[in-house]
């Protein structure tokens, strides 16, 4: 469904677009003509003009009135089929809506699938020591804390920090003292420390007094 989604989109459409069309064309074609019934009435009338008894005349006046009656139901009934092909429309918009949405929603899952875990909300609070990751939360130490919060800074500024900019910011002390092996280290500190936390919460559980598990479905473990 990810791979032929925009095929299978535009089929959808082109499905209802025919629909649709061969709808509006099978109704003018089999519906009669709302004069219909009163054009053969005026035809009896006029082949024949040889009608004197009064009981035939008024029987052709029925007629009349019966199709005049006809063409008024006939016209009627258009009306509440154009009605229903509407809602018909209505209803296979509303499918194609919730078809967009399906392969929307399927392409986030796809892009989810290869990124691995995509952070919708980042929240850091330093009186806890504690990063906040989509509300799943994780210890870190003072050292860690500071670095992840000058990144998130440098992040919002839309700016990227070398290694001795960040212990810089972080020591206090100019860029051109700092080495840029100390903020490469504070960097790996941090990966390992929040690393082994998310694998720990998404991955690698453990169950207090019975040992570790994989926090996955078994079905979709395979081993080669």
Do not use: H
Request: hydrophobic content about 50%; glycine content about 6%.
């Amino acid at each position: 469904m990810r791979r032929f989604g925009s095929r299978f989109l535009g089929g959808g459409i082109a499905a209802v677009l025919a629909m649709l069309l061969g709808g509006a064309v099978l109704l003018l074609w089999v519906l009669p003509d709302a004069n219909s019934f009163n054009a053969r009435v005026e035809r009896i009338f006029v082949e024949n003009d040889d009608l004197t008894n009064q009981a035939e005349i008024k029987l052709l006046e029925i007629l009349a009135q019966s199709g005049t009656a006809f063409s008024d139901t006939l016209a009627s009934y258009r009306v509440v089929i154009v009605v229903l092909l509407v809602f018909a429309a209505a209803m296979l918009l509303a499918a194609l809506v919730f078809l967009v949405m399906l392969l929307n929603f399927n392409r986030r899952m796809a892009q989810i699938e290869r990124v691995g875990i995509q952070v919708n909300s980042l929240l850091i609070s330093r009186e806890e020591n504690t990063v906040y990751l989509n509300n799943l939360g994780f210890k870190l130490t003072g050292a860690a804390m500071e670095t992840m919060s000058v990144l998130a800074e440098a992040r919002m500024d839309d700016d990227v920090l070398s290694g001795s900019q960040i212990e810089a910011m972080i020591s206090g002390r100019d860029s051109s003292d700092c080495d840029e092996s100390a903020g490469a280290t504070r960097i790996k500190r941090l990966r390992d420390t929040l690393g082994n936390q998310i694998v720990s919460e998404l991955l690698v559980k453990n169950i207090a007094r019975r040992g570790y598990m994989l926090a996955i479905d078994k079905d979709v473990i395979k081993v080669i």
